[in-house]
């Protein structure tokens, strides 16, 4: 009865209330976008590095995987010591570098992979066959710059000689497939081909050297107990389970999370305002009603139940609107916030989870009805002889 009265209050003055209503749903939409960027790296990210089934990474001292150039020295021996362990199934190394496809005297810079294409967690094979010596395969932004496709030849160099003026290193590979690279940016160009061919380049410079590892568990180890056993024994690597890299990541987007929060805090206080303000208009215009209702006998806290009800009905109409326009907001901002160059394809910003639409929701109608408390306690408490000789002066 009270919201069907708290409805009709609010019909009664169609053009404030929807101007209410979308403030609120503006409020709600900036609100939702902030809770999903506060928790939509991490998450992804998280769902990224679980997707491919390694629980633990190993990388040179003091960095994460791919963090700097820096490589592990004896591959082999770290390689031996993680398949010693009990708890190991899968040990899948790699070794990043760079290779120029000669174009004239210039090329294009290729970001290039050395794996083990039977239990490397890097790419997704999306045409082709995985590599055997001598081959490669590419991203398709890679196969796009070069005018090259499955099953053509692609001359590779692994650098450039200043002083004689010539590419050095060439080497003739076939393409055997295109692949989709899961911790690089989609649109760069990369290759990926086998490991002993990366060590290889440059007469053997990168022979037993490794970028870091992925490591897959047996179903009854534990990463963090086989972390710890791998720590002791590789003490010149770091050794990172999901929740490490997780966390370290996490640290670093401190700075996101910061700015979803200011931006959170600020929405929600221009929603509780908003509400307050336009409560508060709407009990001065209906002193006289109030106190008409007050002399007749209706009680304090009924006036004061009906007009939170208001705040409630346009916070629940407002917020739910608003979150459908936080969605169509948030898609639009991934839409450009996914350009940046190098991004890996599978991380998003904005990441919709129900509690997170259930939390703005919430905060949404706890502000509504605050909003309404203290000028509803104040009409409910004027004096009701005063108020009516005020009102029929005037």
């Not at 409630?312 to 639009?332: D, F, I, N």
């Not at 997170?356 to 009701?384: E, N, Y």
Request: net charge neutral.
């Amino acid at each position: 009865m009270r919201a069907l009265l708290a409805l009709a209050s609010l019909v009664r003055h169609p053009a404030r209330t929807a101007l209410a209503v979308a403030g609120i749903a503006v409020s709600s939409a900036m609100l939702l976008d902030m809770v999903m960027l506060a928790s939509g790296m991490r998450l992804s990210f998280r769902e990224l590095l679980d997707a491919r089934g390694f629980q633990i990474r190993l990388s040179p001292k003091g960095t994460l995987p791919f963090d700097t150039e820096a490589t592990v020295g004896d591959g082999r021996s770290t390689l031996e010591t993680l398949q010693r362990h009990p708890g190991v199934l899968v040990v899948a190394p790699n070794l990043g570098t760079q290779l120029i496809a000669p174009r004239g005297d210039a090329g294009v810079t290729l970001a290039a992979l050395g794996v083990e294409p039977t239990v490397q967690g890097d790419y997704t094979l999306l045409e082709g066959r995985h590599p055997v010596r001598g081959e490669v395969v590419a991203s398709r932004a890679a196969l796009a710059a070069l005018g090259r496709a499955v099953g053509d030849t692609l001359t590779l160099a692994s650098g450039w000689d200043t002083q004689l003026r010539l590419f050095r290193g060439t080497q003739v590979y076939r393409v055997s497939g295109i692949a989709r690279f899961h911790y690089l940016g989609a649109d760069q160009h990369v290759v990926a081909l086998p490991l002993a061919d990366v060590q290889a380049l440059d007469d053997g410079a990168r022979d037993d050297r490794l970028s870091s590892i992925m490591v897959r568990l047996k179903p009854n180890a534990t990463a963090g107990d086989v972390a710890r056993d791998l720590t002791a024994q590789l003490p010149r690597v770091s050794v990172l389970t999901t929740a490490d890299a997780v966390a370290q990541a996490d640290e670093r987007l401190a700075y996101f999370r910061n700015l979803a929060f200011i931006l959170g805090s600020v929405s929600l206080a221009v929603g509780f305002l908003l509400v307050t303000t336009l409560m508060t208009v709407s009990v001065n215009e209906r002193i006289g009603e109030i106190a008409v209702q007050r002399a007749l006998g209706v009680q304090a806290t009924r006036i004061v139940q009906q007009i939170v009800a208001e705040g409630l009905v346009l916070s629940l109409v407002g917020g739910g609107l608003g979150l459908g326009l936080g969605l169509l907001t948030a898609r639009y901002l991934e839409s450009i916030l996914g350009d940046f160059p190098g991004l890996p394809p599978d991380i998003s910003f904005f990441v919709f989870q129900p509690q997170d639409a259930l939390s703005a929701m919430g905060m949404l109608v706890v502000a509504g009805a605050l909003a309404g408390i203290l000028p509803s306690w104040r009409a409910a408490r004027l004096p009701i002889a005063a108020t009516l000789r005020e009102e029929a002066v005037a």
